[in-house]
């Protein structure tokens, strides 16, 4: 069955919800069977290449939003007001981290609704420079976007925009209430007719039904979207999430697998809880997702460059560079690497 998948998704034919259904459904007997299906997939789009990801928190808490999940939030015990964001020294100086790191894309993130003046000002004119600077390609993550806003991030070298559809909508309204599943797909709709490249994926583990993680990964195939990051909830205390268990590393191999099927020549990311969740079977997410983050997250720690190296090396793949060039991952080279700072919740 797993091969015959494979096949129809090679063959550039749409798998349908049922079949996703049953990768969702495979016996454990039959998970080395199926992450190869998957493996053929990713492999004839995006070889043994792995591109490496870096976030930065440019703009840390204080959120007016209400996502169940976000320990950003000031509904969640994030101190409210209005959080600065970084200089752009600070944001250029990042980026040039993660080049030295063979990061392929570098994204910056804001905590807020949506950008204000100040926020777009500062975020395009580290944009700018970094492209300038470096080769690497430039992500932003800002919230809720209006057409000006969506043109003027292409226009300073923004190649790509994230904005999560998180779950399906008929979930997200018990996660999120200070705004609609719809203002999310509008924000994905503008990004992209401004010509950025759309980074959209979502969350597993929010409570959510197998309907629902169905939903999720047939509304990105309808959004055509470049890149899906799957997410597996790490629960931040004080969230009204904070109890929710983690996801079942099996489950998150075949989550995994699905949304290659689905989206057979997408950028797929493993990307938040990968740590928490897989624990040791982390690098068999390499065989369906083609891309990661390191260097940890938002606000939560993760595995370092050196471990992220090691793990690709030992496995046979090879880092991707945003030139498209493929060079061996390097741990030993990752050790004089300077790392992220951590920085504290932002104060009001």
Not at 156 to 172: A, C, I, K, P
Not at 186 to 193: I, P
Not at 280 to 307: D, K, M
Not at 336 to 346: G, I, Y
Request: aromatic share 4%; glycine share 6%.
């Amino acid at each position: 069955m797993w091969s015959t998948l494979a096949d129809k998704a090679l063959a550039g034919t749409a798998i349908s919800r049922e079949e996703a259904r049953t990768v969702l459904h495979a016996p454990v007997d039959d998970t080395l069977a199926l992450l190869d299906a998957a493996f053929r997939v990713r492999r004839a789009h995006w070889g043994r290449r792995v591109s490496l990801h870096v976030l930065e928190n440019a703009k840390l808490g204080a959120c007016p939003e209400d996502c169940g999940f976000c320990s950003q939030s000031s509904k969640n015990g994030s101190p409210s007001g209005e959080a600065p964001i970084k200089t752009v020294d600070e944001l250029v100086d990042a980026a040039r981290r993660a080049h030295a790191a063979r990061a392929k894309r570098y994204c910056m993130v804001t905590a807020t609704r949506g950008p204000s003046q100040r926020d777009l000002d500062t975020i395009c004119t580290a944009a700018e420079r970094i492209k300038a600077e470096m080769d690497i390609e430039l992500c932003a993550s800002l919230g809720i976007l209006t057409e000006a806003k969506a043109q003027r991030l292409a226009a300073s070298g923004v190649d790509r925009f994230n904005h999560n559809l998180e779950t399906s909508e008929r979930h997200y309204e018990k996660i999120v209430s200070t705004h609609k599943w719809s203002d999310r797909v509008d924000t994905v709709r503008l990004a992209k007719a401004a010509g950025m490249d759309t980074c959209v994926g979502g969350i597993v583990g929010l409570g959510e039904s197998e309907e629902d993680l169905l939903d999720l990964a047939f509304a990105l195939r309808e959004l055509d979207v470049d890149s899906v990051p799957v997410n597996f909830l790490d629960a931040r205390p004080g969230t009204p999430l904070a109890s929710y268990p983690l996801v079942e590393p099996g489950f998150a191999l075949r989550a995994l697998c699905m949304m290659r099927f689905v989206h057979p020549r997408t950028d797929l990311r493993v990307a938040g809880g990968r740590e928490l969740t897989l624990r040791s079977l982390q690098v068999q997410a390499l065989y369906p997702a083609n891309s990661i983050f390191t260097q940890g997250y938002l606000t939560t720690g993760g595995a370092s460059l050196e471990s992220d190296h090691q793990m690709i090396r030992d496995a046979g793949f090879e880092l991707e560079l945003a030139s498209g060039e493929a060079v061996p991952a390097d741990p030993e080279a990752m050790k004089s690497v300077a790392r992220r700072p951590s920085l504290p919740m932002a104060r009001s």
